[in-house]
DNA sequence: CTTTAGCAATAACATATGTTATTATTTTCA
DNA sequence: TGAAAATAATAACATATGTTATTGCTAAAG
């Protein structure tokens, strides 16, 4: 939890200055939570009210689509964050599910303290458009990805910046965040 | 021209507060450029320094694999705006190309201008943060729509959402923008 | 006006990916 | 510990999508 706390806090000095005064109001607000494995904690049409950073265990946000098959659009492991952004932001009805694929503790940033945080930091919304870009760049690669690699370019890449997450959850997983069947994975892999 | 700059004030008005002196200095900064029909006014690895807003022609934005495929990403119309926001807010080199796909009149948001505006707009900062986040919500949409929709569906979306661009541009680029090739979108129109 | 290049439809075939069912193995949990 | 559920591989077949080539039509350019 510790850590988590002090990976946001240099994260936020990465973009603005913020003093140990202000950090120390502000960083009071965060929460934490815990979840149980397969719980899921952010259902499609829910207003999503939190971004959630893991400190320990591993969440997913997931798509479902007409027929009810599930796509994976991102993995959080321990430091990385998750939420529902777009609901976040505009407070609408979230496209998202997000579940705890293992025991997992999360440091909740609440939508109150990121907008109260806007006004009253001294950088809160410069901190906001930084932080907001960095969530775009994430998309924008995804997007890119998407675009030009096939499905297996995408498993080797996730190979790559992943690894562990291959070890650590069920393959049609995998499967789902490569938009493929499990059975089409487990054919890939046989090259 | 002065539609689009009107359009623009509006857009900004609605997020922010401007006045008619600040909206009047800041303004006075935007150019107007023209380019002719199949211009490429942004390459793949050049760093993207300018935002555009159409105000008469189209402009395309895509991908190019590593085959040399291309993958339209968006329609730039009419008040829409085209830009590559990651390496313009990087200065990192960019993987889209924008081509003019018609003979095409923009305003030209610069990045300076920009990235000035932060500072000394008074709401700088708040308004970068909005169109960051709004930006934002159109990559958010396209994930949603390339992950959990079929090309027909996406076509008749498209159809739905921008009847006029099917009648201006060729229907291969039509397929370009929903990932297929133009035998396959040629298909699934005789259904 | 005429020539050329670009465009859209189509057919035939090839490849990628999905579906269903079966089986063996592993994990979960009562 | 033992039964039930979840998992991964595989095979056989079905469907979606890509590739190449051909044709006729339309738009562009000299």
Redesign the pocket.
Known sequence: MHNTLEYIHKMILEVVDIDAIEWANYSAMFEIKEFK??EVILNVNSICQNVYFVNSGLLRTYFTDK?G?ESTFHFAQEFDLATDLESFIQQTPSKYHIQALEETQVVVWPHKMVFDGYKNLRNGEKLGRMLTEKYFILFSNKIQSLYTK???ERYNEMNKRFPTILQR?????I?SYL????????????E
């Open positions: 494995k397969k027929n098959r096939t499905p297996l959850v069920p393959q049609h997983y499967a938009n493929i069947t499990s059975v089409h994975l487990s054919r890939l892999k046989n």
